[in-house]
Protein backbone atom coordinates (compact mmCIF):
# COMPACT_ATOMS: atom_id res chain seq x y z
CA UNK A 1 0.00 0.00 0.00
CA UNK A 2 2.93 2.35 1.05
CA UNK A 3 4.71 1.69 -2.33
CA UNK A 4 1.54 2.65 -4.22
CA UNK A 5 0.94 5.87 -2.79
CA UNK A 6 4.66 6.46 -3.32
CA UNK A 7 4.14 5.87 -6.89
CA UNK A 8 0.99 8.10 -7.14
CA UNK A 9 2.67 11.03 -5.59
CA UNK A 10 6.08 10.58 -7.75
CA UNK A 11 3.80 10.29 -10.51
CA UNK A 12 1.81 13.37 -9.46
CA UNK A 13 4.51 15.18 -9.30
CA UNK A 14 5.88 14.13 -12.56
CA UNK A 15 2.71 15.36 -14.58
CA UNK A 16 3.31 19.00 -12.55
CA UNK A 17 6.75 19.26 -14.18
CA UNK A 18 5.65 18.65 -17.72
CA UNK A 19 3.05 20.90 -17.07
CA UNK A 20 5.51 23.46 -15.97
CA UNK A 21 8.00 23.12 -18.83
CA UNK A 22 5.00 23.58 -20.99
CA UNK A 23 3.88 26.29 -19.99
CA UNK A 24 7.17 27.97 -19.96
CA UNK A 25 8.21 27.07 -23.56
CA UNK A 26 4.62 28.79 -24.59
CA UNK A 27 5.91 31.51 -22.81
CA UNK A 28 8.81 32.04 -24.34
CA UNK A 29 7.62 31.32 -27.83
CA UNK A 30 5.43 34.12 -27.03
CA UNK A 31 7.94 36.33 -26.13
CA UNK A 32 10.30 35.52 -29.29
CA UNK A 33 7.20 36.58 -31.25
CA UNK A 34 6.61 40.06 -29.20
CA UNK A 35 10.20 40.91 -29.85
CA UNK A 36 10.74 39.96 -33.63
CA UNK A 37 7.27 42.05 -33.94
CA UNK A 38 8.45 44.77 -32.28
CA UNK A 39 11.90 44.44 -34.28
CA UNK A 40 9.94 44.73 -37.18
CA UNK A 41 8.24 47.82 -35.96
CA UNK A 42 11.28 49.65 -35.90
CA UNK A 43 13.01 48.26 -39.18
CA UNK A 44 9.77 48.48 -41.35
CA UNK A 45 7.38 51.44 -41.81
CA UNK A 46 5.44 52.25 -44.71
CA UNK A 47 6.78 54.81 -46.99
CA UNK A 48 6.60 58.40 -45.60
CA UNK A 49 8.55 61.60 -46.52
CA UNK A 50 8.11 62.95 -43.43
CA UNK A 51 9.44 59.42 -41.57
CA UNK A 52 11.46 60.80 -38.31
CA UNK A 53 13.91 58.34 -37.06
CA UNK A 54 14.65 58.01 -33.15
CA UNK A 55 17.76 58.58 -31.48
CA UNK A 56 20.75 56.31 -33.49
CA UNK A 57 18.81 55.47 -36.28
CA UNK A 58 19.24 56.74 -39.69
CA UNK A 59 16.37 56.73 -42.40
CA UNK A 60 16.94 54.95 -46.21
CA UNK A 61 17.09 56.93 -49.12
CA UNK A 62 13.92 56.57 -49.99
CA UNK A 63 11.89 57.25 -46.22
CA UNK A 64 10.94 53.71 -46.19
CA UNK A 65 12.09 52.58 -43.01
CA UNK A 66 14.54 53.56 -40.42
CA UNK A 67 17.27 51.15 -39.43
CA UNK A 68 20.09 51.08 -36.29
CA UNK A 69 23.18 53.03 -37.31
CA UNK A 70 25.15 49.56 -36.78
CA UNK A 71 23.45 48.08 -39.23
CA UNK A 72 24.82 51.15 -41.62
CA UNK A 73 27.41 50.19 -44.32
CA UNK A 74 28.00 46.74 -42.27
CA UNK A 75 28.31 44.55 -45.53
CA UNK A 76 24.30 43.77 -45.37
CA UNK A 77 21.59 45.32 -47.22
CA UNK A 78 18.80 46.24 -44.49
CA UNK A 79 16.91 49.08 -46.79
CA UNK A 80 14.89 48.31 -49.33
CA UNK A 81 16.27 50.29 -52.03
CA UNK A 82 20.15 48.94 -50.63
CA UNK A 83 20.85 52.81 -49.81
CA UNK A 84 22.14 51.39 -46.66
CA UNK A 85 25.20 49.94 -48.80
CA UNK A 86 25.60 51.95 -51.94
CA UNK A 87 26.56 55.09 -50.17
CA UNK A 88 29.32 53.82 -48.22
CA UNK A 89 32.80 54.54 -48.78
CA UNK A 90 35.86 52.19 -48.83
CA UNK A 91 36.60 53.86 -45.43
CA UNK A 92 33.00 52.88 -44.14
CA UNK A 93 33.63 49.09 -44.88
CA UNK A 94 37.30 48.27 -43.67
CA UNK A 95 38.37 47.60 -40.43
CA UNK A 96 40.03 50.71 -38.77
CA UNK A 97 43.74 48.71 -38.00
CA UNK A 98 43.91 48.89 -42.12
CA UNK A 99 44.04 52.38 -42.05
CA UNK A 100 47.26 53.38 -41.92
CA UNK A 101 48.66 50.71 -42.22
CA UNK A 102 51.21 51.05 -45.21
CA UNK A 103 49.31 48.99 -47.33
CA UNK A 104 46.70 50.11 -49.71
CA UNK A 105 43.27 48.68 -49.11
CA UNK A 106 40.73 51.02 -51.17
CA UNK A 107 40.45 50.81 -54.48
CA UNK A 108 41.64 54.81 -54.70
CA UNK A 109 43.99 54.49 -51.69
CA UNK A 110 42.23 56.79 -49.10
CA UNK A 111 43.18 54.56 -46.71
CA UNK A 112 46.63 55.63 -47.11
CA UNK A 113 45.96 58.91 -47.31
CA UNK A 114 46.27 62.12 -45.18
CA UNK A 115 48.91 59.37 -42.67
CA UNK A 116 51.82 59.62 -40.92
CA UNK A 117 51.74 64.02 -41.33
CA UNK A 118 51.65 63.50 -45.13
CA UNK A 119 48.97 65.40 -47.23
CA UNK A 120 45.32 64.65 -48.08
CA UNK A 121 46.75 63.82 -52.03
CA UNK A 122 49.64 61.65 -50.64
CA UNK A 123 50.81 58.58 -49.24
CA UNK A 124 53.72 57.88 -46.92
CA UNK A 125 56.76 55.11 -47.91
CA UNK A 126 56.84 54.43 -44.16
CA UNK A 127 57.78 50.90 -44.04
CA UNK A 128 55.94 49.12 -41.56
CA UNK A 129 57.73 45.47 -41.67
CA UNK A 130 60.91 47.75 -41.09
CA UNK A 131 59.76 50.06 -39.24
CA UNK A 132 61.66 53.15 -41.11
CA UNK A 133 62.03 56.50 -39.67
CA UNK A 134 62.53 58.08 -43.04
CA UNK A 135 59.19 57.28 -44.37
CA UNK A 136 59.18 60.37 -47.26
CA UNK A 137 55.74 61.50 -48.58
CA UNK A 138 55.07 60.91 -52.11
CA UNK A 139 51.96 62.45 -54.39
CA UNK A 140 48.83 59.95 -55.20
CA UNK A 141 50.06 61.11 -58.81
CA UNK A 142 53.17 59.36 -58.72
CA UNK A 143 51.80 56.24 -57.32
CA UNK A 144 52.43 53.11 -60.25
CA UNK A 145 54.28 55.55 -62.55
CA UNK A 146 56.84 53.11 -63.60
CA UNK A 147 59.30 55.18 -61.37
CA UNK A 148 60.06 54.18 -57.73
CA UNK A 149 60.41 56.57 -55.41
CA UNK A 150 60.01 55.36 -52.47
CA UNK A 151 63.32 52.82 -51.11
CA UNK A 152 60.98 49.63 -49.63
CA UNK A 153 59.13 50.59 -53.67
CA UNK A 154 55.68 50.63 -52.22
CA UNK A 155 54.78 53.31 -54.36
CA UNK A 156 55.01 50.51 -57.33
CA UNK A 157 53.24 47.88 -55.36
CA UNK A 158 49.50 46.42 -56.17
CA UNK A 159 49.42 48.59 -59.11
CA UNK A 160 47.36 45.16 -61.21
CA UNK A 161 44.26 43.89 -59.50
CA UNK A 162 41.51 41.73 -60.83
CA UNK A 163 37.83 42.55 -59.57
CA UNK A 164 34.96 40.89 -59.70
CA UNK A 165 32.70 43.57 -61.27
CA UNK A 166 33.56 45.34 -64.22
CA UNK A 167 31.34 48.76 -63.01
CA UNK A 168 30.88 50.45 -59.60
CA UNK A 169 33.72 49.86 -58.93
CA UNK A 170 35.54 53.54 -57.23
CA UNK A 171 35.05 51.94 -53.38
CA UNK A 172 36.06 48.38 -54.18
CA UNK A 173 37.90 47.23 -51.42
CA UNK A 174 41.38 45.57 -52.46
CA UNK A 175 40.70 41.79 -51.99
CA UNK A 176 42.42 39.60 -53.62
CA UNK A 177 41.07 37.07 -56.70
CA UNK A 178 42.49 34.76 -58.24
CA UNK A 179 40.01 35.70 -61.40
CA UNK A 180 38.14 38.85 -62.37
CA UNK A 181 37.99 41.75 -64.67
CA UNK A 182 41.35 43.42 -64.69
CA UNK A 183 42.37 46.92 -63.48
CA UNK A 184 45.31 48.50 -63.78
CA UNK A 185 46.78 51.41 -61.75
CA UNK A 186 48.24 54.09 -63.28
CA UNK A 187 49.79 57.66 -61.70
CA UNK A 188 46.85 56.88 -58.57
CA UNK A 189 44.23 55.94 -60.96
CA UNK A 190 42.61 52.97 -62.03
CA UNK A 191 41.71 51.65 -65.41
CA UNK A 192 39.86 48.90 -67.34
CA UNK A 193 42.72 47.05 -69.09
CA UNK A 194 42.39 46.06 -72.86
CA UNK A 195 42.86 42.77 -73.68
CA UNK A 196 46.15 42.23 -75.54
CA UNK A 197 48.49 42.63 -71.96
CA UNK A 198 49.75 39.68 -71.55
CA UNK A 199 52.67 40.91 -69.49
CA UNK A 200 50.42 42.87 -67.08
CA UNK A 201 48.00 39.69 -67.00
CA UNK A 202 51.19 37.89 -65.24
CA UNK A 203 51.77 40.47 -62.62
CA UNK A 204 48.18 40.67 -61.83
CA UNK A 205 48.19 37.18 -60.91
CA UNK A 206 51.01 37.31 -59.27
CA UNK A 207 50.00 40.00 -56.79
CA UNK A 208 46.30 38.16 -56.21
CA UNK A 209 47.33 34.86 -55.72
CA UNK A 210 51.19 35.41 -54.45
CA UNK A 211 52.74 33.04 -56.77
CA UNK A 212 54.05 32.74 -60.14
CA UNK A 213 52.36 30.94 -63.24
CA UNK A 214 53.53 27.88 -64.39
CA UNK A 215 51.12 28.83 -67.75
CA UNK A 216 50.08 32.12 -69.18
CA UNK A 217 46.80 33.82 -67.43
CA UNK A 218 43.81 33.06 -69.49
CA UNK A 219 42.55 36.33 -71.07
CA UNK A 220 38.87 36.45 -72.29
CA UNK A 221 36.93 39.48 -73.67
CA UNK A 222 33.96 40.63 -71.58
CA UNK A 223 31.07 40.55 -74.71
CA UNK A 224 28.29 41.64 -72.20
CA UNK A 225 30.16 45.34 -72.49
CA UNK A 226 29.57 45.11 -76.64
CA UNK A 227 25.64 44.22 -76.46
CA UNK A 228 25.21 47.14 -73.75
CA UNK A 229 27.62 49.79 -75.57
CA UNK A 230 28.67 50.38 -72.40
CA UNK A 231 32.21 51.86 -72.24
CA UNK A 232 34.17 52.04 -69.07
CA UNK A 233 36.95 53.98 -70.53
CA UNK A 234 39.49 55.34 -70.49
CA UNK A 235 41.38 52.00 -70.72
CA UNK A 236 44.91 51.39 -70.25
CA UNK A 237 46.93 49.77 -73.00
CA UNK A 238 50.49 49.02 -73.49
CA UNK A 239 51.64 49.56 -77.07
CA UNK A 240 54.25 47.06 -78.57
CA UNK A 241 57.29 48.93 -78.23
CA UNK A 242 56.12 49.12 -74.19
CA UNK A 243 54.63 52.37 -73.74
CA UNK A 244 51.83 52.82 -71.69
CA UNK A 245 48.80 54.48 -73.36
CA UNK A 246 45.24 55.55 -72.40
CA UNK A 247 42.53 54.87 -75.10
CA UNK A 248 38.74 56.33 -75.04
CA UNK A 249 37.86 52.91 -76.80
CA UNK A 250 39.00 49.36 -76.25
CA UNK A 251 35.74 48.24 -78.44
CA UNK A 252 34.05 48.25 -75.24
CA UNK A 253 35.87 45.64 -74.34
CA UNK A 254 37.60 44.76 -70.78
CA UNK A 255 40.07 41.59 -70.00
CA UNK A 256 38.88 39.15 -67.98
CA UNK A 257 41.56 37.04 -66.34
CA UNK A 258 42.09 33.68 -65.16
CA UNK A 259 44.92 32.86 -63.08
CA UNK A 260 45.61 29.08 -63.65
CA UNK A 261 48.36 26.41 -62.21
CA UNK A 262 49.51 28.75 -60.02
CA UNK A 263 53.12 28.17 -58.68
CA UNK A 264 54.35 28.76 -54.94
CA UNK A 265 57.35 31.36 -54.99
Avoid at 213 to 230: D, G, H, L, Q, Y
Avoid at 233 to 243: D, E, T, V
Avoid at 257 to 264: D, E, P, S
Wanted: one cysteine or more; proline letters at 4%; aromatic letters at 10%.
Amino acid sequence: MYKFTLFNNTFVVFLILLFVIDSLQREMTSLGRIQKSLLNHDLHTTHNSELECKEDYVKCVNDSRCIPKFLWCNGEIDCADGSDEEMCSCLDQIDNNKICDGRFDCFDGEDELNCFGCGNNSFSCLDWTRRDPKGMCVSLSRRCDGVTQCSNKKDELDCSILTPSPVNHDTVINYKYKDGYFFKNWKGNWYPVCPETQTWASDACLEGTGSLASEPPTITVNMNMKKEKRNLGPYIAMMPWGQVRLLNDCFAEIAFVLCTNQKKI
